[in-house]
């Protein structure tokens, strides 16, 4: 019998049960968006929601400007609080404003190329996915890319998204030159040479320096890569990680709650011929365990025991492709997230413990934890600064259910050991506890303040993140 067979039949099977969970997991505390209104203007002002729905606004006013022009003036004499907003991936409340929000896709695509430096030049409004074809096209390739392919380039910059491998930079990394447009309507270009200091701190910037339009990025030559993907006991490939990781292009580790098993998956440059990756089968499989977890929250011991047993014929899934098509999944099951980065020889310990707290006290999660690794850096706001190589764990919850219980829970779990959250997935460090850990912390406040004396880029996320609160 194969994994999704039994897992469906033993869904159906344990239906015929007389007891099932009717827990709605802290649904009715779920956040709620605003409801639409018509404005003094006549105008209707529609609610904005982030990816998973846990961020909203009703903002006033949503710009598309055409051109650099457009984008500066609309800056310098706008009223009120601006954010940029590109996909709304980002989990925390670094978007929502009720004042006026600015998307970037006019700033989007690949502007220019230099085949020999292999360097290219693209709109910081890019989509991750829209890339792919045209840098492939130039024979070039992104150096990482993340496993969600929706964001937008300036977005992902602006969070430290990143991807997983020893020696792969987060995004940021690769960006060897940006043009940033400041609330005074300035536009600045910086490099490592040029304005390096600026360069440093927008490589990360919350979207609180300005609006990056336009960001020249240092590239490989394309590739075909080759994606392997297989089950393997928890215990045994957490004692492999180390020597994977180390071994292989791009390695990360999915470890299944409530279950013995884990997944691993490993991404490496091949000349092998095409061997398309086929239909997604991720989604399927987190909603199989989410109907287990409906059905068999109440009775641990055979929860587990359907899953491994689901598990044991798990048969490894090998794939060749351009590396654009091989990177990202389709992620459509939406969830809430915290990721939080920890010096490389705490992560296997402390994965440890976050598995043994979640199974312990939180039945009702069912997401995958995910574990990756990203090589340090250098700028400011990186939460892989001073790091050789970060380990990271991200914890989800079902979008539809309460995240906070699970995230309190586990975010002390990475604090003696000097965590750094992801700037784009929850967390409640507050800008004292920021401020120890990110050495240029205050340098950059310091210059956000310069950048933007009045404040127009920061809403009341940012304003307490930063200590202007």
Not at 353 to 379: K, N, Y
């Amino acid at each position: 019998m194969k994994r999704r067979d039994l897992l469906t039949g033993s869904a159906g099977l344990v239906l015929t049960m007389p007891l099932a969970g009717c827990d709605d997991y802290g649904a009715a505390n779920m956040p709620q968006p605003p409801a639409a209104v018509v404005g003094a203007d006549g105008q209707r002002r529609l609610p904005w929601q982030n990816w998973s729905g846990y961020q909203s606004s009703l903002p006033e006013r949503r710009l598309a400007p055409a051109s650099e022009d457009e984008l500066a003036r609309l800056l310098a004499d706008s009223r009120g609080t601006i954010r940029p907003v590109g996909s709304g991936h980002s989990f925390t409340p670094l978007v929502p404003t009720d004042d006026t929000l600015i998307s970037l896709r006019h700033f989007s695509g690949l502007l220019q190329h230099d085949p020999q430096a292999l360097t290219a030049t693209v709109g910081g409004g890019s989509r991750l996915g829209s890339l792919g074809e045209p840098l492939h096209a130039a024979g070039q390739a992104l150096i990482n890319m993340p496993d969600i392919d929706a964001q937008t380039l300036a977005g992902s910059m602006a969070t430290a998204t990143h991807g997983t491998g020893a020696q792969l930079g987060a995004l940021h990394t690769a960006a060897i030159a940006l043009r940033l447009v400041t609330p005074t309507g300035e536009a600045l270009d910086c490099s490592p040479s040029l304005r390096p200091e600026l360069f440093a701190a927008a490589q990360v910037s919350l979207g609180a320096l300005g609006v990056i339009t336009q960001v020249t990025l240092q590239n490989v030559p394309t590739t075909r890569m080759k994606r392997r993907v297989w089950v393997e006991p928890f215990d045994e490939l957490v004692e492999r990680f180390d020597s994977l990781a180390a071994a292989h292009h791009s390695f990360e580790m999915y470890c299944i709650p409530h279950c013995d098993h884990a997944v691993g998956i490993t991404i490496d440059p091949t000349d092998e011929p095409l061997q398309p990756r086929g239909p997604e089968q991720d989604n399927d499989a987190v909603m199989d365990l989410k109907r287990l977890r409906d059905l068999l929250a109440w009775f641990p011991a055979a929860r587990r025991w359907l899953i491994n047993m689901a598990l044991q014929d798990y048969q490894p899934e090998v794939a060749v492709d351009v590396w654009h098509r091989i990177f990202p999944s389709s992620r459509a099951v939406r969830f809430n997230e915290m990721e939080y980065h920890l010096p490389r020889e705490t992560l296997l310990p402390t994965l440890r413990e976050v598995r043994q707290r979640l199974e312990q006290r939180h039945p009702g999660v069912f997401f995958p934890m995910e574990i990756r690794v990203v090589r340090g850096d250098d700028a400011w706001l990186s939460p892989f600064q001073g790091h050789d190589t970060s380990g990271s764990i991200a914890v989800h919850r079902y979008y539809e259910e309460d995240p906070l219980p699970l995230f309190r829970d586990v975010e002390p779990l990475y604090q003696p050991m000097g965590g750094r959250p992801h700037w784009g997935k929850m967390h409640s460090l507050t800008p004292q506890t920021l401020a120890d850990r990110y050495p240029r912390f205050n340098d950059f406040v310091a210059l956000q303040s310069r950048l933007d004396p009045q404040g127009r880029l920061l809403n009341p996320y940012l304003r307490t993140l930063l200590g202007h609160g």
